[in-house]
């Protein structure tokens, strides 16, 4: 298993530009999940999913929008990048829609600079 | 609310000696408790994590974490640090009912040689 995947490893934007982050899982997990990592602040979650057809924000969703078509892919969409989305991206993903118990396993992370 | 606390913005322990990274939560209900470790340029990798029962949990890499109810605590421990086991250690908390998993604030650990 590749486990969960993400692209580009790397990305450099203009102010206003948009852009759509790839996130893959071949683990048949149903949660999927988007977090932005920024110095001092830990993780914060952005969106999530618990399912194919069904997404829902978290704590900072402002600024960008998901969607989840097909139970491996949950794409992260920017829809006009401001600086402040400067951060780095990882996706994750677990087994279970509602079990909190469940370990959560990260992707390897978008290094995302806005100018 | 729920949160991670994190004191130790960075540890410094010398290879051999034990090494302890901190971590105290806060949330109403009870709390299921993670540790991950990011290694330079990498995702997060799962170290351990305690959902009820024995309050210490064992580990991946050597690494063992005790839950202590009355201290809110969860911190990470190894008895005999490794120069490898520099990285960033994110400690966080998930309760039954909800979809976020809260994370600290991260603490960097070094280990000397």
């Known amino acids: 298993n590749a486990g969960v995947t993400q692209t580009p490893k790397f990305q450099v934007l203009k102010t206003g530009q948009s852009m759509t982050l790839q996130c893959a899982q071949d683990m048949n997990h149903e949660y999927m999940s988007w977090y932005r990592q920024d110095p001092g602040m830990g993780l914060r979650l952005i969106h999530y999913?618990?399912?194919?057809?069904?997404?829902d924000q978290g704590e900072v969703p402002n600024g960008y929008n998901v969607s989840r078509s097909t139970t491996e892919d949950f794409p992260l969409r920017l829809l006009s990048a401001a600086p402040s989305q400067t951060s780095v991206y990882f996706c994750?993903?677990?087994?279970?829609?509602?079990?909190?118990?469940?370990?959560?396993?990260f992707g390897p992370g978008t290094r995302l600079t806005v100018l | 609310a729920q949160s991670v606390a994190q004191p130790e913005d960075q540890v410094n322990v010398a290879e051999g000696n034990p090494l302890t990274v901190k971590c105290t939560y806060s949330v109403s209900g009870n709390p299921y408790l993670f540790w991950y470790v990011q290694y330079p340029n990498r995702g997060l990798q799962f170290l351990l994590k305690?959902?009820?029962?024995?309050?210490l949990v064992k580990g991946s890499y050597g690494f063992e974490a005790e839950f202590n109810k009355s201290q809110t605590s969860f911190h990470l421990k190894k008895p005999s640090a490794l120069v490898s086991d520099s990285a960033l250690y994110f400690c966080a908390v998930r309760v039954r009912g909800a979809n976020n998993l809260f994370f600290g604030t991260g603490t960097r650990l070094t280990v000397i040689p």
């Open positions: 999913s618990v399912g194919a057809g069904i997404t």
């Open positions: 994750a993903s677990s087994y279970q829609r509602t079990g909190p118990t469940d370990t959560q396993y």
């Open positions: 305690y959902i009820t029962g024995d309050n």
